[in-house]
């Protein structure tokens, strides 16, 4: 009963983590600076912003199609941004999940000699 006290626990820490995560993602994406990021704004204060390629390898990805900068493509701007913000959010969450799955299911049981031995034949 421990266990499911437990399990019920870690999934309402779950749950309440990942509702932040997207009250955050919604919200508070469109709030962000328009000024250039970290390296935006290194290349151009070092000036060579100009040297950068034509067509930038970030337009080769698959999903450069569905992505522009933050927000999401033919979307009213309005919208753009936080839907962008809610996408990448449970995307994220998912793949953490994905892996955090295959990971625990990967993890090898606990050593059988600790189980070999009950508490009237352990060695002193």
């Not at 040297?51 to 930038?56: A, P, S, T, V, Y």
């Not at 309005?78 to 994220?92: F, K, M, N, Q, Y």
């Amino acid at each position: 009963m421990s266990s499911n006290l437990s399990h019920s626990r870690n999934r309402a820490v779950v749950i309440a983590g990942l509702g932040i995560a997207l009250l955050i993602a919604i919200f508070l994406s469109p709030l962000a600076s328009k000024n250039p990021d970290g390296l935006d704004r290194v290349s151009k204060d070092l000036k060579f912003d100009s040297k950068e390629l034509e067509q930038k390898p970030a337009q080769k990805l698959p999903f450069y199609s569905i992505f522009d900068q933050y927000a999401l493509r033919g979307v009213p701007s309005a919208i753009a941004t936080p839907l962008a913000g809610l996408v990448g959010t449970l995307v994220t969450f998912g793949l953490a999940w994905g892996i955090g799955k295959l990971v625990v299911r990967g993890s090898t049981s606990p050593s059988t000699e600790d189980d070999a031995y009950s508490d009237s034949d352990a060695p002193d």
